[in-house]
């Protein structure tokens, strides 16, 4: 496996990333199982884990500890904060209060006295930035956190976050984490040139885009994707943007079918394909998942290839608006005339 430069820090990664946000109650309750799928990531090349501590409540951090055992060393590890753990007030967010708190209890879960990359998860509209990178450089200070990320900023947002962490003396985000897909291009617009002019790495997710490229729904299935975790207006199939993803997804599967790989393949190497892309962070369930991604490090898309795909989703575009999850607050009501 051909391993990839993180940014400027000097850190190599896989260009797969193994999301763990599936292990545990989300997605496989089978601790056995899901260690035995971490293994096989590991075994297979893959030295980059992303999970989070509001994946399964902590049951996924606590995984990944009890998995990597005396492979912690071999292992670049990240984890998030941001999001709730549970109804307390002041149990979330970007603010030095949470922040202090919750990184010793993701040391604790991961079972590890340092974490290599901590990200937040979401911008806070109503949190500084100053007050979010002022917290974690003094976590990188102590040794707790070598680097830091964001996920799912929007442009203007990484900017501000670089401005604030040279302005200050601050340590700065060394990796951004948006969604990336051939149904969800928004990012080659501005968020990855963005990436890019900063030095930074784009780690991104739901390469299959949530499971519409695994070929799990296609026109003519019975049954319609459905999600505990992500909003509802991306799952409604009557909705024409959907319709059109699905009439895409067909056009996707013919092109991979002669090309002599499958969709999940051609999906996934489309991302990491990308000149700007680090690692696709892909989250297996179950084995046979995690097998089926594994064959697209090998796979180079050819200039053929890529302009159909062109044809069918344009550079920038992204299908369904609602697929965005980047810089939402940005357009929340208080900040447009109507």
């Known amino acids: 496996m051909d391993y990839r430069s993180l940014g400027r820090t000097g850190v190599h990664v896989s260009p797969l990333c193994l999301g763990a946000m599936m292990f545990g109650p989300w997605g496989n309750d089978d601790r056995d199982d899901s260690i035995r799928i971490i293994h ?9 884990i992303d999970t989070a501590d509001v994946y399964s409540g902590g049951v996924s951090e606590a995984i990944i500890g009890e998995a990597l055992g005396g492979r912690r060393d071999d292992v670049f590890l990240a ?10 007030p002041n149990h979330r967010g970007g603010s030095r209060r949470w922040i202090m708190q919750e990184v010793e209890n993701s040391l604790r879960r991961l079972n590890t006295d340092y974490i290599d990359l901590y990200q937040v998860h979401r911008p806070s509209p109503d949190t500084d930035v100053e007050e979010t990178l002022g917290a974690l450089t003094d976590l990188v200070r102590q ?8 996920s799912s900023y929007s442009g203007s947002q990484i900017v501000e976050a670089q401005w604030a962490a040279r302005e200050r003396h601050l340590e700065r985000f060394v990796t951004e984490q948006p969604p990336y897909s051939i ?3 928004g ?3 501005d968020i990855l040139p963005t990436v890019l002019r900063h030095g930074m790495g784009a780690l991104s997710y739901s390469p299959l885009a949530g499971g519409w ?7 003519d299935s019975a049954s319609a994707p459905t999600s505990s975790v992500r909003p509802s207006a991306r799952f409604d199939m009557s909705s024409p943007a959907n319709q059109r993803k699905l009439d895409i997804v067909e056009d996707l599967a013919v092109l991979a079918e002669q090309s002599g790989i499958s969709l999940i393949e051609l999906a996934i190497a489309f991302v990491i394909n990308h000149p700007g892309i680090t690692s696709a962070i892909v989250g297996p369930r179950t084995m046979e998942q ?4 594994l064959p697209a490090v090998e796979v180079k898309l050819d200039a053929d290839v890529l302009g159909r795909i062109d044809e069918l989703v344009a550079p920038g575009v992204t ?4 697929d965005n999850s980047y810089g939402a607050h940005e357009l929340a009501p208080a900040q447009r005339r109507r």
């Open 40 to 48: 096989r990531a590991l075994d297979a090349g893959i030295n980059f």
């Open 143 to 150: 040794g707790k956190v070598r680097y830091l990320g964001s």
């Open 319 to 322: 299908v369904n608006p609602d």
């Open 213 to 219: 490229l695994s070929g799990r729904w296609r026109k």
């Open 183 to 185: 149904l969800v291009r």
């Open 187 to 189: 990012i080659e617009e």
């Open 290 to 293: 995690l097998e089926s991604y």
């Open 79 to 88: 984890t998030k904060f941001f999001m709730p753990m549970d109804d307390a």
